[in-house]
Structure formats: structure tokens, C-alpha cells
């Protein structure tokens, strides 16, 4: 069953600690992206990734940070400095090169307490 | 569920009759357009998908229609059901760029409601 997932679905943080969503894919795609969605809005990028160990601030980087050791994941960690965390969070993957449509995952969603 | 858009603009249609959804972009640069549709919960699921060398595609039951000189973009859906009923996103992107990721940017999003 191939595809994008994310884990946890929902997920509940205290003030002042720090979180991390997984994304994991195994369609062989060099890129993927965070981005977090709020009611009435569309989604806002925050980081993505073109390439192992390589990757770019989106337009909503602050308070957010992300590795990418491996192709296949890419962990968005929310941290205390993110002052307004509670969202839904995306995660897309993507070919590179040409046309390159992007496929989500099913989301987290992360509560603040 | 998940509330994705709790002030977005609404379209209702019946069931049976075509909808129409339209979205306006912003950069007369971009060259690839896409439609999503997003459920209640979930992610974003690719329905079509267009570039600008094109003015018209067709999917299954879902036709893009693409007018590059008002940067305007529009998602038909023929003879539209119940499991049409979602939020549906425009997302226009400059690809061409080998060995790069392109950079989506998404509209706000309509909410298609459809009634029995």
C-alpha cells in the first residue's frame, strides 16, 4: 500500500514543549513539504525539501524546524517558540523535475493545551 | 470531523446538476495549475490537473477550464453526488525547473455542498 503517512492523527501539547509530527513515503519522491492549514484559510508552506539532508524555509518558517536524513521522512518538529502551534498539519510529497504534482498525507492535528 | 474552512464561500447544488468552482490566481508566471479536493479530516486528494499550454482538460466527470488573460481558473463537475461534497482547492505553481521542486500556492478554497 503505497503512499504518504503521518503520525500521529490528533496529538495534544503543553505549553513550552516540543513536538514532533512524523512523515514517512514510499513513493520514491526526492521532495516534500510541511504545511500547516487554519480554518478559512488555504495552506501556508513552512519548510520543504528537495533533496536528502538538504532543505528551505517556507513562507512560515518561525518556530518550526525539520530534518531530512533519509528520503522517505521528513519530521516537522514544533517548537515552544511557535506561538500560535494549534493547526493542521500537512505533509506532500513530490517528483522532481517537470511536472510535479504534489500528494498529501492525511494530516495531524496538534492541540495546544 | 475536522473543520477545514469554517468561513469559506459555500457553492450548493443539487444532486444531479453540474457545479461550477472558480478561482482566480495571481502570477501570470505560473505555468501548472492543479484542483484538490479535501474532505472533512483529511488530507488534499489530486483531482486534475492543468498546465498553461492547455486552455481545457477533462477528467471523469471533472473538466479544468484555464483562461490565462484573466488569470482565472475553473473545475466543473458534471452530474455532481453526495461524495462531491467537500472543500475544493485551486493551486498554481512555475515548474519546468529540472532537479527542483516547485512551490505550490494555494487558494483559499470553496465549499461544495450538495443537496438530495
Known amino acids: 500500500d503505497g503512499g504518504i503517512t503521518q503520525s500521529p492523527k490528533y496529538l495534544f501539547r503543553k505549553e513550552g514543549q516540543n513536538v514532533t509530527l512524523s512523515c514517512e513515503q514510499n513513493?520514491?519522491?526526492?521532495?516534500m513539504y510541511w504545511y500547516r492549514q487554519d480554518p478559512g484559510q488555504g495552506l501556508r508552506l513552512i519548510y520543504y525539501?528537495?533533496?536528502?539532508?538538504?532543505?528551505q524555509k517556507g513562507d512560515i518558517a518561525e518556530g518550526y524546524s525539520v530534518s531530512r536524513e533519509k528520503k522517505e521522512s521528513f519530521p516537522l518538529t514544533v517548537t515552544s517558540a511557535q506561538k500560535n502551534p494549534t493547526a493542521f498539519y500537512l505533509c506532500?510529497?513530490?517528483?522532481?523535475?517537470?511536472?510535479?504534482?504534489?500528494?498529501f498525507g492525511p494530516g495531524t492535528r496538534l492541540t495546544v493545551l | 470531523g475536522e473543520s477545514v474552512g469554517l468561513h469559506l464561500p459555500t457553492l450548493s447544488v443539487q444532486e444531479g446538476d453540474n457545479s461550477i468552482i472558480n478561482c482566480a490566481y495571481s502570477?501570470?508566471?505560473?505555468?501548472?495549475f492543479i484542483w484538490y479536493k479535501q474532505e472533512s479530516g483529511k488530507g488534499p486528494q489530486f483531482i486534475i490537473d492543468?498546465?498553461?499550454?492547455?486552455d481545457k482538460r477533462q477528467g471523469q466527470r471533472v473538466t479544468v477550464l484555464l483562461n490565462k488573460t484573466v488569470k482565472h481558473l475553473s473545475l466543473q463537475i458534471a452530474a455532481t453526488q453526495p461524495g462531491d461534497s467537500a472543500v475544493y482547492f485551486c493551486?498554481?505553481?512555475?515548474?519546468?525547473?529540472?532537479?527542483?521542486?516547485?512551490?505550490?500556492?494555494f487558494g483559499t478554497g470553496t465549499r461544495l455542498q450538495v443537496t438530495l
Open positions: 493551486a498554481e505553481a512555475l515548474n519546468g525547473m529540472i532537479r527542483t521542486a516547485s512551490k505550490l500556492t
Open positions: 502570477n501570470s508566471a505560473s505555468d501548472y
Open positions: 525539501s528537495q533533496i536528502v539532508n538538504d532543505f
Open positions: 492543468i498546465r498553461s499550454n492547455m
Open positions: 513513493l520514491n519522491h526526492d521532495a
Open positions: 506532500a510529497s513530490a517528483r522532481t523535475g517537470g511536472v510535479n504534482t504534489q500528494y
